[in-house]
């Protein structure tokens, strides 16, 4: 961070007052520049000259060193959302008066009160599944403004104002409503993919690989998201130069941590989180709240490092809820809203004058960022206690006020001649896009072999993700050993093979809830990546499946050596090879389900309740449990693969095997007997084993087609 002591504008800010910034130039309107771009000319030139070479390590990234550079306008944005309408609650009697009102004093009228409690139950029911009536809500109004390169622009409002509506609508990051306006990268409209992957968005929650260094995610994210034909060597120094940026080179190094695993601090993770965005050089920077969860004082070291990031001539724009008056000093420009509309957009020193031009005193001993929220909230209790004296105006009268202003008007007609390309600004910046048409930036198996090496580093420094599917599937096989060791070859043995190989059926498929975390922890980071372009649907999928196939293959065979010397089944390699096949597909199998529900599942509490409830099932139409299986149910053992699986290991273990009998049975059963008994005698092993098999790759296509169509956490 040693740059810090040459004359760069962050730190004259710190040696300003928080309220005392650079004084700006009346607007003059005609020229290229933007109604509050009124900071002399000459201080610009001189702050140039000194930011020339940091411009120069941090923007030449692309290939041929080409600088990005990119200005974002918006102009009577609105966006529209359809909600259900709640039924409308109709006027009677309380649960516990009768219908004229009085409370209930004999058993007649218990009655009827118990049968009110019926309707109340019917009425429940009637309000969660009745078709409900969609209406239109309108979240953001008609919102107007801009951002320039080398500008800080803050979003700020009380709860609920649309702040972050409006940070996500800019990023072209909403998911669903309708939205209407102009949205212009240097005065072309913008392609909402392309958009997404050339520009930055840092989330209000650290998404983050916990088993992880800060260089090794860094390292991975400029793998996978700049472009492939740019050196290797290139990529690492982006990486460096980036981690020296941020001034984490003494965490470099650390384990970033999790809930269970102490790592970095909470400030210097969220530094990490702008350094996966700022690896791939965008123009545009966008961040969620980047103050969330910390302490003041780590709050504006993370604000230090986005003022240096607008510095270096990208266009920042932030949400941020209430910060310090440290903080504020570091804004250029505030946008407050009230809501879901603007009430003042501007220089945000200026903005304390705004509104005491209104006729609000500001008491010197206010934090601005608290002065101007408690304003624009319009709680009159809330003004008096922080002693701010002014008239009773509404959010809707700061609205208006604000729409009938000279600054609005001179925003609204710099807009529009943004649009109409008439500023010279749309002759000084070319398209940032134009060179980056393609989908992605990496080739399919080039970002799957990047893809698969970080899972596997992240999954296997995870001492929990090897317990679980190794050690696990291990212990289970010692305790098979103990519960079924040396079976003979009497009937009890018959009955008992049967059933030790039912047992081992079961188990390793209910232990697949085990696989269900592992989708649903990293949904974000993939829904974050992929918004980002980072690789496509298919790459992360197979690579979900390509982490956990060294353990399954592992777990089979330790299983299978252990389980089948102590129990004593069928001797011979080809009934040994065979036991191995079925439980490796019965693992894979059960990976591939466990995925499936997962991807179709919202969060972990709904799937891990969805798939023993399919295991069930299974469990009882597998042809074991119950032999007369109902006409209703007849269809689930044809989409069970563990009766596949498990007939197929009856078998192998039993088909043409003789059983011996004490003396005073009345009855000796042999192998085929148990089979023909059960219904299994005659079928094909193979065929079965080759259905276990199609279902496994059923899971995995309908698992492809959940991950990539099925989205929760819609913005």
Same mark, same amino acid.
């Given at each position: 961070?040693?740059?810090?002591?040459?004359?760069?504008?962050?730190?004259?800010?710190?040696?300003?007052?928080?309220?005392? =910034?650079?004084?700006?130039?009346?607007?003059?309107?005609?020229?290229?520049?933007?109604?509050?771009?009124?900071?002399?000319?000459?201080?610009?030139?001189?702050?140039?000259?000194?930011?020339?070479?940091?411009?120069?390590?941090?923007?030449?990234?692309?290939?041929?060193? =080409?600088?990005?550079?990119?200005?974002?306008?918006?102009?009577?944005?609105?966006?529209?959302?359809?909600?259900?309408?709640?039924?409308?609650?109709?006027?009677?009697?309380?649960?516990?008066?009768?219908?004229?009102?009085?409370?209930?004093?004999?058993?007649?009228?218990?009655? @009827?009160?118990?049968?009110?409690?019926?309707?109340?139950?019917?009425?429940?029911?009637?309000?969660?599944?009745?078709?409900?009536?969609?209406?239109?809500?309108?979240?953001? =109004?008609?919102?107007?403004?801009?951002?320039?390169?080398?500008?800080?622009?803050?979003?700020?409002?009380?709860? @609920?104002?649309?702040?972050?509506?409006?940070?996500?609508?800019?990023?072209?990051?909403?998911?669903?409503?309708?939205?209407?306006?102009?949205?212009?990268?240097?005065?072309?409209?913008?392609?909402?993919?392309?958009?997404?992957?050339?520009?930055?968005?840092?989330?209000?929650?650290?998404?983050?690989?916990?088993?992880?260094?800060?260089? #090794?995610?860094?390292?991975?994210?400029?793998?996978?998201?700049?472009?492939?034909?740019?050196?290797?060597?290139?990529?690492?120094?982006?990486?460096?130069?980036?981690?020296?940026?941020?001034?984490?080179?003494?965490?470099?190094?650390?384990?970033?941590?999790?809930?269970?695993?102490?790592?970095?601090?909470?400030?210097?993770?969220?530094?990490?989180?702008?350094?996966?965005?700022?690896?791939?050089?965008?123009?545009?920077?966008?961040?969620?709240?980047?103050?969330?969860?910390?302490?003041?004082?780590?709050?504006?070291?993370?604000?230090?490092?986005?003022?240096?990031?607008?510095?270096?001539?990208?266009?920042?724009?932030?949400?941020?809820?209430?910060?310090?008056?440290?903080?504020?000093?570091?804004?250029? %420009?505030?946008?407050?809203?009230?809501?879901?509309?603007?009430?003042?957009? +501007?220089?945000? #020193?200026?903005?304390?004058?705004?509104?005491?031009?209104?006729?609000?005193?500001?008491?010197?001993?206010?934090?601005?960022?608290?002065?101007?929220?408690?304003?624009?909230?319009?709680?009159?209790?809330?003004?008096?206690?922080?002693?701010?004296?002014?008239?009773?105006?509404?959010?809707?009268?700061?609205?208006?006020?604000?729409?009938?202003?000279?600054?609005?008007?001179?925003?609204?007609?710099?807009?529009?001649?943004?649009?109409?390309?008439?500023?010279?600004?749309?002759?000084?910046?070319?398209?940032?896009?134009?060179?980056?048409?393609?989908?992605?930036?990496?080739?399919?198996?080039?970002?799957?072999?990047?893809?698969? =090496?970080?899972?596997?580093?992240?999954?296997?420094?995870?001492?929990?993700?090897?317990?679980? %599917?190794?050690?696990?599937?291990?212990?289970?096989?010692?305790?098979?050993?103990?519960?079924?060791?040396?079976?003979?070859?009497?009937?009890?043995?018959?009955?008992?093979?049967?059933?030790?190989?039912?047992?081992?059926?079961?188990?390793? @498929?209910?232990?697949?809830?085990?696989?269900?975390?592992?989708?649903?922890?990293?949904?974000?980071?993939?829904?974050?990546?992929?918004?980002?372009?980072?690789?496509?649907?298919?790459?992360?999928?197979?690579?979900?499946?390509?982490?956990?196939?060294?353990?399954?293959?592992?777990?089979?065979?330790?299983?299978?050596?252990?389980?089948?010397?102590?129990?004593?089944?069928?001797?011979?390699?080809?009934?040994?090879?065979?036991?191995?096949?079925?439980?490796?597909?019965?693992?894979?199998?059960?990976?591939?389900?466990?995925?499936?529900?997962?991807?179709?599942?919202?969060?972990?509490? *709904?799937?891990?309740?969805?798939?023993?409830?399919?295991?069930? *099932?299974?469990?009882?139409?597998?042809?074991?449990?119950?032999?007369?299986?109902?006409?209703?149910?007849?269809?689930?053992?044809?989409?069970?693969?563990? %009766?596949?699986?498990?007939?197929?290991?009856?078998?192998?273990?039993?088909?043409? *095997?003789?059983?011996?009998?004490?003396?005073?049975?009345?009855?000796?059963?042999?192998?085929?007997?148990?089979?023909?008994?059960?219904?299994?005698?005659?079928?094909?092993?193979?065929?079965?084993?080759?259905?276990?098999?199609?279902?496994?790759?059923?899971?995995?296509?309908? +698992?492809?087609?959940?991950?990539?169509?099925?989205?929760?956490?819609?913005?």
């Amino acid at each position: 961070m040693q740059d810090r002591q040459r004359s760069t504008p962050i730190n004259r800010r710190m040696n300003q007052s928080p309220t005392i =910034r650079r004084q700006p130039q009346s607007p003059t309107l005609g020229r290229e520049d933007s109604p509050s771009q009124q900071r002399s000319h000459s201080t610009n030139r001189n702050e140039d000259e000194n930011l020339n070479q940091k411009e120069a390590m941090i923007l030449n990234l692309t290939p041929g060193g =080409r600088q990005k550079g990119a200005f974002l306008t918006w102009q009577d944005l609105t966006y529209k959302i359809k909600t259900k309408e709640p039924p409308k609650k109709k006027d009677g009697p309380k649960d516990d008066q009768t219908p004229d009102g009085t409370r209930p004093e004999d058993d007649s009228q218990m009655k @009827g009160d118990a049968q009110k409690k019926d309707n109340a139950i019917s009425a429940f029911f009637k309000k969660r599944f009745a078709k409900q009536k969609k209406s239109e809500k309108t979240i953001l =109004r008609n919102c107007t403004g801009y951002v320039e390169p080398g500008n800080l622009v803050a979003l700020m409002g009380s709860s @609920g104002a649309g702040k972050s509506t409006l940070l996500d609508t800019l990023a072209s990051r909403k998911t669903q409503g309708k939205i209407e306006g102009s949205i212009l990268a240097n005065g072309k409209p913008i392609n909402g993919k392309l958009f997404r992957k050339n520009v930055g968005y840092v989330e209000q929650v650290d998404i983050l690989l916990g088993s992880l260094t800060p260089r #090794e995610l860094l390292q991975y994210s400029a793998l996978l998201r700049l472009e492939q034909s740019i050196p290797h060597e290139d990529k690492m120094k982006r990486v460096e130069q980036v981690i020296k940026d941020l001034g984490i080179e003494h965490c470099a190094d650390t384990i970033i941590g999790d809930r269970n695993h102490r790592g970095i601090s909470g400030g210097e993770a969220k530094r990490v989180n702008i350094g996966l965005e700022l690896v791939t050089n965008p123009p545009i920077l966008f961040l969620d709240e980047p103050t969330s969860g910390l302490d003041s004082t780590t709050s504006f070291d993370v604000m230090q490092v986005v003022r240096k990031i607008a510095d270096s001539g990208r266009a920042v724009i932030c949400t941020i809820h209430q910060p310090g008056a440290d903080i504020f000093a570091l804004f250029d %420009r505030l946008l407050l809203m009230a809501n879901g509309s603007t009430v003042y957009f +501007g220089d945000a #020193e200026k903005s304390l004058d705004y509104f005491k031009d209104m006729g609000y005193n500001y008491p010197s001993r206010l934090n601005p960022a608290e002065y101007l929220i408690a304003v624009i909230s319009a709680v009159k209790e809330k003004q008096e206690i922080l002693k701010i004296e002014g008239p009773d105006m509404s959010k809707d009268d700061f609205v208006q006020k604000w729409n009938e202003s000279q600054e609005s008007k001179e925003i609204a007609d710099y807009t529009e001649k943004v649009k109409n390309g008439q500023t010279e600004k749309n002759k000084k910046f070319a398209d940032p896009f134009a060179d980056t048409e393609k989908r992605y930036n990496t080739g399919w198996f080039y970002s799957l072999a990047v893809l698969t =090496r970080r899972n596997f580093r992240s999954s296997f420094r995870d001492s929990s993700f090897v317990g679980t %599917r190794l050690w696990r599937n291990v212990i289970f096989a010692l305790l098979t050993m103990s519960y079924y060791w040396g079976l003979g070859t009497d009937q009890n043995g018959l009955y008992d093979r049967a059933s030790s190989l039912f047992y081992t059926i079961t188990f390793l @498929g209910f232990g697949a809830i085990v696989f269900l975390a592992k989708l649903i922890d990293g949904r974000a980071l993939f829904s974050r990546e992929r918004q980002s372009a980072a690789y496509r649907t298919s790459v992360y999928y197979l690579g979900l499946h390509i982490v956990e196939a060294p353990l399954i293959f592992l777990s089979a065979m330790l299983i299978t050596l252990i389980q089948y010397l102590a129990v004593d089944y069928r001797h011979g390699w080809y009934y040994y090879l065979f036991y191995n096949y079925i439980i490796l597909g019965h693992l894979y199998a059960a990976t591939a389900l466990a995925i499936l529900v997962a991807a179709l599942s919202p969060n972990f509490e *709904v799937a891990s309740a969805i798939v023993p409830i399919v295991l069930s *099932v299974f469990l009882v139409v597998s042809g074991f449990l119950l032999r007369n299986i109902p006409d209703w149910w007849i269809w689930g053992k044809y989409l069970s693969y563990w %009766r596949y699986a498990f007939i197929a290991l009856v078998i192998n273990e039993l088909e043409g *095997v003789e059983f011996s009998c004490t003396a005073g049975q009345e009855a000796c059963y042999s192998g085929n007997d148990f089979l023909a008994q059960y219904g299994f005698l005659g079928i094909n092993k193979w065929l079965y084993s080759l259905y276990m098999w199609i279902f496994y790759f059923g899971y995995i296509a309908l +698992g492809y087609l959940a991950v990539k169509f099925v989205k929760f956490g819609k913005r």
